[in-house]
């Protein structure tokens, strides 16, 4: 046997790693898995050494797949540190909580240790270029590490990856192409493009090399827990050299973070240098979370998320393919459980970490640790329990999400005048355009009182043929039937809520002109505030209800 070869997952087929291979040649699937050829490998020896070597998570070469150590690309990526939580474990009432701090890489997230070994392979079989399709943090950490190594990145990147992710791929040298579409969609237009231009595309070395670079934050975290082992709780017949936590956390997306690493235990354990394997919880954002309602059915195959419903880019993968399938076998060997967190929990829960432990993570880690909050609530996870969180990334964009327009106080001392608590100017102006052709108008609203409020305020004040829907659906329905001169439309309702109607209504070439007024008591992020005034024509937002008032002052400006 050479020194590794790949085996794939479902029907076991072995092959070498060529620049050709796509998946395996025999059944098609994309999840090949390295096995190499340890039998000379003398793991004391091994294990002694590694205390001598240059940090990066190249230390563990022995068992990553490159042939020539010359072909490493490296950034001193890996080796993060494993941080003892004092607050938030306080708060939680966690006597051993840990924080593997992945934003500490090259490109701020644990990406870097697939770009590593995914550039370093690309540079050994001989790759000049390469596509990738994804939802940010992969393409970033390829960008740089193909400009370091020569190889040209082309980035594609689906509708939600916030724009911010996008240049930072660009500053990089790589060419970004910005897809209308799911990620899922993303990914087939990316393998189009790959084959018609005759480039490398990266699915086939991508779940080889996400495995074996993830499995390598297992190793550092058995090496690191070891140091701590006096304060840890006494384990029976602990003669391993390494410590296993208890849980391993990490919200999820492709699945790949804790694929590697429960690989890297696994292998672990056949060295003897750990004897339990960990338990796993896998966290998924509400909104797309095909893992954890396939595993709440008791399924070992997902149900595709069509449209992901989130505002967190990084773990919109709608399909999650036969990753499910590992991990739920996992987590049956093993233990372990998938749960969901909705987007605002996760925003919360940055805020959170970030005020106890003075980490600010991207919004996908914050999934992850309001997923480690509900798992504790729970009882799920228990005081003693050593618990090991992938702080999984760090970004800019994190910031736009968390903190509302008032996280900065202006002062200006050149003139007293206060600044008005609306500026009904640019509102006024932007509201001249509709006057008295306004008269048939759909209101959607799912509080039936509120809704019958509006119409009745409007038809006091005019000749305005009102419309009432209960919710997004049938106000879509109503919309086409009816094709108003207005809709007016709250923005949380059950089922299509506004932000969906205001997309279809957007997409729609004979509905897109229609203006549409938000009345919302929904607390909106700057983000959401920023996409609403770039879409309606007015945001009008409420305490707890709709009064009379609000709605005289829709009225008054739309006359
Ligand atoms: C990619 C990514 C995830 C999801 O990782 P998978 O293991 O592939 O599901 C989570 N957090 C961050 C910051 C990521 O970049
Ligand atoms: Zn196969």
């Known amino acids: 046997m050479k020194r590794f070869e790949l085996e794939c997952i479902n029907c076991h087929t072995r092959m070498s790693l060529t620049r050709h291979l796509s998946g395996c040649p025999k059944c098609g699937e994309n999840i090949l898995e390295a096995r190499y050829d340890l039998s000379e490998l003398n793991v004391e020896a091994w294990v002694d050494d590694l205390g001598r070597r240059r940090h990066s998570l190249w230390r563990y070469a022995e068992v990553l797949p490159i042939t020539d150590a010359a072909n490493i690309v490296s950034l001193g990526e ?10 938030l474990a306080a708060n939680l009432g966690l006597k051993h909580l840990y924080i593997k701090d992945e ?3 090259p490109t701020a997230s644990f990406k870097d240790r697939q770009a590593t070994v995914a550039i370093s392979a690309l540079k050994e079989l001989g790759v000049e270029e390469v596509v990738v399709a994804s939802t940010g943090n992969v393409a970033i950490a390829y960008a740089a ?11 594609f990147f689906p509708t939600l990856t916030p724009n911010e992710k996008m240049r930072e791929a660009a500053l990089y040298g790589a060419e970004v192409i910005k897809v209308t579409g799911t990620y899922d969609q993303t990914k087939e237009l990316a ?13 086939g070395i991508k779940s080889t090399a996400a495995i074996e670079a993830m499995k390598t934050m297992a190793y550092e975290i058995a090496e690191q827990l070891a140091f701590d082992r006096e304060m840890l709780p006494a384990v029976p017949d602990d003669n391993a050299r390494w410590r296993s936590p208890d849980w391993f956390i990490q919200g999820v997306s492709g699945g790949m973070g804790p694929i590697g690493v429960g690989k890297g235990f696994r292998e672990m354990y056949d060295f003897g240098l750990i004897d339990r394997m960990p338990k796993m919880g896998i966290v998924q954002s509400e909104g797309c979370a095909p893992m954890v309602e396939a595993f709440q059915r008791g399924q070992r195959i997902a149900t595709p998320v069509e449209r992901p419903d989130t505002v967190i880019a990084t773990l919109a993968t709608g399909n999650p393919g036969r990753a499910y399938e590992l991990l739920y076998d996992y987590v049956q060997d093993f233990g372990g459980t998938f749960i969901s967190a909705s987007d605002q929990q996760a925003f919360d829960a940055t805020r959170v970490l970030a005020r106890n432990d003075g980490i600010s993570v991207e919004p996908a880690t914050g999934v992850t640790f309001a997923g ?11 005081p003693d329990d050593v618990v090991v969180v992938n702080c999984s990334g760090h970004t800019l964009p994190v910031e736009l999400e968390i903190l509302d327009e008032q996280w900065q106080r202006q002062f200006d001392v050149s003139h007293r005048a206060h600044a008005p608590a609306l500026p009904p100017e640019s509102l006024i102006s932007a509201l001249e355009g509709l006057s008295e052709n306004v008269r048939r108008v ?7 009182d509120a809704a019958r409020l509006i119409a009745r305020v409007m038809q006091a004040r005019g000749d305005y043929d009102v419309r009432l829907a209960h919710d997004g659906a049938e106000g879509m329905a109503l919309v086409r039937d009816f094709q108003p001169d207005l809709v007016v439309t709250d923005l949380m309702m059950p089922g299509v809520d506004g932000f969906a109607v205001i997309e279809q209504m957007k997409a729609d070439p004979r509905l897109n002109s229609i203006p549409i007024v938000v009345i919302t008591a929904k607390e909106l992020t700057a983000r959401e505030r920023g996409w609403l005034n770039d879409q309606v024509h007015l945001l009008l937002q409420k305490g707890g209800s709709i009064d009379e008032d609000l709605v005289e002052k829709l009225v008054t400006k739309i006359e």
């Not at 590490?145 to 980035?155: L, T």
């Open 372 to 382: 480690l909050f509900k798992m504790v609530q729970e009882g799920i996870i228990k």
């Open 78 to 87: 890996g080796d993060t540190p494993l941080i003892r939580s004092r607050v």
């Open 442 to 448: 759909v209101v959607m609203e799912d509080n039936v």
């Open 191 to 203: 393998a189009k493009f790959a084959a018609r231009r005759g480039i490398f595309l990266d699915r």
């Open 145 to 155: 590490y193909g400009a370091r190594a020569g190889i040209k990145v082309w980035a």
């Open 103 to 105: 934003r500490q890489g």
